[in-house]
């Protein structure tokens, strides 16, 4: 049987969410790992997820993707700004690029999560602004986020992972 290992990391659990929606889909008693980035695992695919800091995958997991040589890799991560599939195109493929040429990408998938309410706070102290704006409705929209219909869309792809 296939295993898998579900390596991720989640500040406020956003990506959690997301690892725990593929954890539900895995065969039962093949998920041999399930947690933070913490050395290499064992397991013949990985879905490693990260949450976006300044761009790319938190530092954790961006030490932990140079370990993956040799296995399928499916990425997942979550980003407070959505609405536009190039973003989230251009923050995946800064995260690929930290695997080893040996690593089998088999899929990826990123969606909007929410932010602390902390982030909207400093948007509202700030001058007024069409940026400003922006970024205030931005906050709004991500407060549904992960939501059913992003849930869904990981479902799907991730299922090719499985039958594969
Ligand atoms: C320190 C920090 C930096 C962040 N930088 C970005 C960023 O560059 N781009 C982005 O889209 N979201 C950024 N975010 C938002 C988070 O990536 C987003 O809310 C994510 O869903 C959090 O995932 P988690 O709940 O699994 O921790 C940042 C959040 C924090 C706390």
Redo the contacts with the bound molecule.
């Keep these: 049987m296939t295993s898998y290992a579900i390596v ?9 969410l997301l690892a725990e929606t593929i954890r539900a889909l895995l065969p039962e008693g093949s998920c041999a790992y399930f947690g933070p980035p913490c050395g290499a695992v064992e397991a013949d695919a990985v879905f490693c ?1 990260f ?6 995958c938190s530092g954790d997991v961006a030490a932990f993707l140079p370990t993956l040589g040799g296995k399928r890799v499916f990425l997942f991560g ?5 609405g536009d599939p190039a ?1 989230f195109e251009k ?1 995946l493929g800064t995260v690929r690029e930290k695997l080893p040429e040996t690593a089998k990408l088999c899929g990826s998938f990123a969606c ?5 309410e902390a ?1 909207r706070k400093r948007y509202e102290s700030m001058p007024d602004s069409p940026a400003r704006q922006a970024m205030l409705e931005n906050f709004d929209k ?1 407060l549904a ?1 992960p939501d059913e219909a992003d849930l869904e869309a990981l479902r799907e792809a991730v299922k090719p992972v499985l039958e594969a």
């Design positions: 991720f990391s989640s500040k406020t659990g956003n990506t959690r997820g949450w976006t800091d300044k761009g790319t979550t980003a407070g700004f959505g973003y923050i909007q999560g929410k932010m602390p982030v991500a986020h």
